[in-house]
């Protein structure tokens, strides 16, 4: 792209299970202080604030209220998306090349464990005149779509288990991960069906956490304390809301993302990219999404690759160093916040344990969960 | 910074109970928006949706519901909000889309169906206030607007019929507008006799709640000639956020949209708005509303904005013509809806299509502005028939 942004600043907090000890508003601040210490920036320089929340995960309506004291944006430009942080990327890479801002922050956070009913919250996400009488946990929808993704493009339920196994374990080098664990395909497939054919150990836990993301044009990034992470491409996409009438086997909000992403990056062959940070909120999705991403020249590689350990740390196409969101936590909007700090760490040489040698480009790709098809693409890399 | 220009505009009748899903309410201003372009949907690049809390609706994640009936299916997709602020900041939004080089056209739809929130959307207000400080008080709109009212009365010894006037203006100028839901001709003591809500807030002060939507369709320079001879430029865009403790603000005067307008005229090139700006269209849920954001947007000095309304300079016909659509107060007022319906009416204004409402003159420029949030939230557009500089 001409008008180069970057991201110059990370905060984050580690993601847990629950976090008595801590309000939304508090992990708020911590993240946020790291972030500007990392980018190096006080708070009075940023022009613009985004905050990606949806009111009914955070039990109180018209979120943005309560964004500005914890994050220094009193009295500044600061609006809610209703998305992932992803997009949350791609709006402020907007806003800076507009001219509008030089320095642009993205918040995300999760305190999924104050919800007590997620699954009749999700409900509340179906039509409310076509599905939701039904009254089916939306987790079936998963199921559902997982049974016709095997159908289709033969890949086998095993396959899919072998993602569950290869993402805990990578949490396991991951401090800030909430689920690492050592596990075997036989735990995975020895796990109870939630909705046939989807296990029970194949579903990401919710976890609380929050993410900042300091961004920057590029005559800000030159200043920057910490070494920038330059945002090549940016895609974001829906398919259809409605159940009837979605494409049910391919991801086609990743593939259009993606083209987006591509074209911007000047990417030819996705292969080039040196790791890739996908969304697993279900584990058939991390095979679906990389599909969509076009890395195989025909579905049923994807199972294969997995199985052959190609997407490991130490394979040719690492996936979810981090663990993704089995391993670390789906912490609800900052999914995608969580990926791109896993490939600014990786890019910048301080992912610690989990450090791949010649991180150079890495993708980031986010899914909004059952009942959505609303997804996006970040492609950042270290030059 | 590329030029960005509004060339369509469309919107749905504002009524009490719709009988359209939401999703059909978004269409049915989107496709207007379209048609009035001479667009079809292929040849837009990106949606933007503006729609306040889901939780008017009963859904949760409002806009991944919406996303279809927006016409999203297959393209970037941004649902934004900052309460009532969002009409006018889903603009602003659109406008970075464009200005960024990443897409050429966009459509900007508001919706907001609250009729659906029984027995009054005014119980899912309660969810917008602190839950630990606020909720148990048991808070609702009327009440914070009271708080807010009697504060700029008393600040500045404002009578009460100097407020009502707002009502009568607005609910007059409604009559001519197609889509309102409660145009009236109404006098100063109609307005004063009807019932008190929370002292000084009388009834026919309070904007109605409604069902309905608005779309606009934006265009970069180069895509906004080719398709329209009478393109209406956004010159400037502005937004600001206030702390989210609103009760240690003075609440006399708006700084959040003092804040916002500045950050849009400085981008108009704009340093004298009360002699550059020949349009606005405020945020005037509230009849005192009106009054008050005209002084947050450097429209009339601190306090005198009731003066000059007195004087007749806000009327249709008046040296500054305010809300000339009917505003909230007279066309209805479905959350997100009213403040793009805000910059509908500046478009139709502009290029001569406001029919019996177009003000006398040549108007050149014109700012729309909405307010929301906890009182905390300012979002400014100024759009103008000249190009921006």
Redesign the interface.
Known sequence: M??RVAIIGIGFTSLQPSTPHASFKELMFEAAQKAYHDAGVEPSEIDS?VTCA????E????F??????QLG???????????DGL?GI??A????????AELVVVEAHSKASNIKTPEW?????L???YNRPLGFNPHALAGLEMNVFLHETGISAEQCAQVAVKNRTNALRNPIAAYPLALTPMYVESSPYVSYPLREAEIAERADGCAVVVLANEKRAHRAQSKPAWVHG?????????LE?RDWVRA?YVR??AE?AYRQAAIQNPRAIHLFEVDDTYAYKELQHLIALGLYSEPAEAGRSVEAGETKPDGKMPVNVSGGVLGMGLPLEASGLYRIVEIVLQLRGQAGMRQLPNARIGLAQSW?GV????GAVVILGAE | ??KVAVIGAGMTKFMHRALE?PKELAWLAAKPALDSAEMKLNQIDCVVVGS????F?????????????CG????????????GGTGV?AVA?A???V????FDTALVICEEKMSSCLPHPQA??L??F??ITEQPLKPNLLWIFALEQNRYMQTYGIALKDIAAVSVKNKRNALDHPAAQLGAKLTVEDVLASEIMAWPVHRLMVSPTSDGAAAVVLAEEETARRISDTPVWIQG?????????WTNRDLAYP??VE??AW?AYR?AGIREPRKEINIAEPYDPFAYKELHHLEGLQLAPKGQAPKLLADGVFDRDGDLPVTPSGGLLGVGNPIAAAGLMKICELFWQLRGEAGKRQVPGKAERGVAQAW???M??GTVVVMGTREPV
């Open positions: 001409s008008d604030f949806e009111d009914l995960n039990g109180l309506s018209i943005d209220e309560y964004t500005p004291d944006a009193v009295q500044k430009p600061m609006h809610t998306l209703t998305q997009h791609a709006d890479l907007m806003q800076i090349r507009s001219g509008i919250l999700l409900d509340y996400a039509d409310p005149l940016v895609g974001f996409a829906n398919d259809s809301a409605t009438s086609e259009i993302a987006r909004r009942p959505t098809t609303s | 910074m590329r899903t306040a809390p889901d939780a609706d009963g859904l949760h994640m409002k806009g991944e519901y919406l996303s279809d009936g999203a299916w297959k393209k970037p997709y941004l649902r934004c909000y900052v309460g900041y939004q406008w970075f889309h200005a960024s080089g990443l899912a207000f969810t917008i602190d839950h865009v502005g937004w600001c956020l206030d702390t989210t403790y700084e959040y804040k916002a950050m981008m929301g949030d906890l905390q939230v």
